[in-house]
T-cell receptor, first 116, second 112 residues
Framework: AQSVSQHNHHVILSEAASLELGCNYS??????LFWYVQYPGQHLQLLLK??????LVKGIKGFEAEFIKSKFSFNLRKPSVQWSDTAEYFC??????????????FGKGTKLSVIP | DAGVIQSPRHEVTEMGQEVTLRCKPI?????LFWYRQTMMRGLELLIY????????DSGMPEDRFSAKMPNASFSTLKIQPSEPRDSAVYFC??????????FGEGSRLTVL
């Protein structure tokens, strides 16, 4: 079965610090990869996605993620966080298995708190 | 374009009452998902539809929960009878086949 692991439950950073949130998945085939962000009291919104091509993906608000196939990882990074980045971040993986179930799996999320 | 539209945004009801949550997906999306989010359990997939047909309802907690999608532009999630432990935010999301989900703003349910 497909699974997604986010290593940190809660990360606390000061403004201007660099961010890296880990995401590892288990799936034997080709995948589509996503990071979603949920600001306090809001719904999940897409931050960035990877389907194919350049494994370094740039998203909105200065976020980027790198797909490392050999490590089954899709870590999220931002060089300098802002207070407004305080949110919960979800990694998600969709297996491209063709017919059958949709196979979209979310990680349990990482709460990011940025201290001004 | 309008996004996924959910109603009501907030619902407060008493235990034992029927609750109906509604969702209008993005036009042209052939997948529709219902998720539940709580502090304790996080984000849980309840059920999803493809072309209006329920595909996987293994996440529906019990028989008190039911979901329908009578046409491509409307879905409901019903809880009957409701219980306090059903209090949560219920999200509807729609998608094409890529895995990118577009979420509605959620329905916050409080069962007293």
């Amino acid at each position: 079965a497909q699974s997604v692991s986010q290593h940190n439950h809660h990360v606390i950073l000061s403004e201007a610090a660099s961010l890296e949130l880990g995401c590892n998945y288990s799936y034997g085939g080709t995948v589509n990869l996503f990071w979603y962000v949920q600001y306090p009291g809001q719904h999940l919104q897409l931050l960035l996605k990877y389907f194919s091509g350049d494994p370094l993906v740039k998203g909105i608000k200065g976020f980027e993620a790198e797909f490392i196939k050999s490590k089954f990882s899709f870590n999220l990074r931002k060089p300098s966080v802002q207070w407004s980045d305080t949110a919960e971040y979800f990694c998600a993986v969709k297996g491209r298995s063709g017919a059958g179930s949709y196979q979209l799996t979310f990680g349990k999320g990482t709460k990011l708190s940025v201290i001004p | 374009d309008a996004g996924v539209i959910q109603s009501p945004r907030h619902e407060v009801t008493e235990m034992g009452q029927e609750v109906t949550l509604r969702c209008k997906p993005i036009s042209g999306h052939d997948y529709l998902f219902w998720y539940r989010q709580t502090m304790m359990r996080g984000l849980e997939l309840l059920i999803y539809f493809n072309n209006n047909v329920p595909i996987d309802d293994s996440g529906m907690p019990e028989d008190r929960f039911s979901a329908k999608m009578p046409n491509a532009s409307f879905s409901t999630l019903k809880i009957q009878p409701s219980e306090p432990r059903d209090s949560a935010v219920y999200f509807c999301a729609s998608s094409t086949g890529t895995g990118e989900l577009f979420f509605g703003e959620g329905s916050r349910l409080t069962v007293l």
